[in-house]
């Protein structure tokens, strides 16, 4: 039987399945909860309860202090439903979130096109990544030789496993070895996560994610995240590739028709644009300001190249966007792909 929770201070309302823990529910439905171990040995993940009955779903090592016992307090990570209950229970936000190093393994590397794989890892059990949807972390490969920052792709809602969009890149060490040596099981250490680009999760305005080739990734984990929370308001996915054969391509083209076809309030649009930075910048502000002129009250999710960014967001204060709602991401990764690129901002 499936009992409901209300998060306090945030309101934040979701599901608990008979046997699952109020942890795993409340990251299912998209909540940066702060949790560790998610195994019952760390004790971070403690709420308070405030009305409701509980019961224990998994052991858990951690013993509760008399003073936490004393306050009410749970460990969530072990805790279910016996009844639909009030819990006092912290959120993250940017920042919030504490530095990790994981070893993670390899379950596969797939090519979505000729020039962007998919690597998909999985951490352990008792030592999964927490993270905000579109923060990035450092990977490291063999042992260490070879390092690279990459947005996390994937929803914070599985924090087991991660996926990361590798575009090919001959001159660039790290992505060699993923498009030729990794294999199943290999080791990938993880460091972070890092950055504030997040999902702000309280706004009620209606959102614009814009993704540029790759900076689709931290885009993809923002979307799903948004999903997940089953926000109401109107969505606009953007995603600029330079040339459908070139570069990095619609390569999770069907992913988004999907999105938009199950959720009404997501539309997707795709766009195809020349090679240039001006032209893939004035091809953006075009075609939002004929979409969406005289609503500027709006978030904005800008993710792509560096050199873009910061034209981008003037030309959409130009076209009366708030400055503080515009977010952004550069690409974290193979910057020898955009030199020319640069020079042509
Ligand atoms: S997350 Fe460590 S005890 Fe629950």
């Excluded at 530095?99 to 979505?112: G, H, K, N, S, Y």
């Excluded at 063999?142 to 996390?152: A, I, L, R």
């Excluded at 960014?309 to 400055?323: F, Q, T, V, Y």
């Amino acid at each position: 039987m499936t009992h409901r929770v209300r998060l306090l201070p945030s309101g934040h309302e979701f599901d608990v399945e008979a046997e699952e823990s109020v942890l795993q529910a409340g990251l299912r439905a998209g909540l940066a909860l702060a949790y560790g171990c998610s195994n019952g040995n760390c004790g971070l993940c403690q709420g308070r309860l405030i009305s409701g009955e509980v019961k224990t779903v998994r052991h858990t090592d951690y013993v509760l202090t008399t003073a936490e016992r004393a306050r009410g307090n749970i460990v969530m990570c072990g805790t279910g439903l016996v009844t639909d209950a009030a819990i006092e229970a912290p959120e993250a936000g940017g920042g919030d979130v504490p530095w990790q190093e994981i070893r993670a393994r390899v379950t596969r590397v797939d090519p979505l096109s000729d020039q962007v794989s998919v690597l998909h890892l999985k951490t352990p059990r008792t030592q999964r990544l927490r993270f905000l949807a579109g923060q990035y972390v450092t990977l490291s490969l063999n042992g260490g030789e070879f390092n690279s920052d990459y947005s996390v792709a994937s929803c914070p809602c599985d924090d087991m496993r991660l996926q990361f969009h590798i575009p090919r890149n001959d001159d660039d060490a790290f992505s060699c070895y993923v498009h030729g040596n990794l294999g199943k099981s290999d080791v990938v250490g993880i460091k972070g996560p890092a950055g504030d680009f997040y999902f702000r999760e309280q706004s009620e305005r209606p959102i614009v994610f814009v993704a540029m080739d790759t900076g689709f990734a931290p885009i993809r984990s923002l979307v799903e995240q948004a999903m997940a929370l089953e926000v109401h308001q109107d969505m606009s996915l953007y995603w600029m590739a330079q040339g459908e054969n070139g570069a990095n391509g619609h390569y999770l083209d069907n992913l988004c028709r999907s999105w938009s076809a199950a959720f009404d309030n997501l539309r997707y649009r795709p766009m195809v644009v020349g090679p240039g930075c001006k032209e893939m910048a004035d091809a953006i502000l075009d075609r939002l300001k004929s979409d969406l002129t005289g609503t500027g009250d709006i978030d904005t999710y800008l993710s792509g190249p560096a050199e873009i960014l910061p034209a981008l967001k003037s030309g959409l204060e130009n076209l009366g966007w708030a400055p503080e709602r515009v977010f952004t991401e550069p690409l974290r990764h193979n910057l020898s792909l955009h030199r020319q690129f640069a020079r042509d901002c």
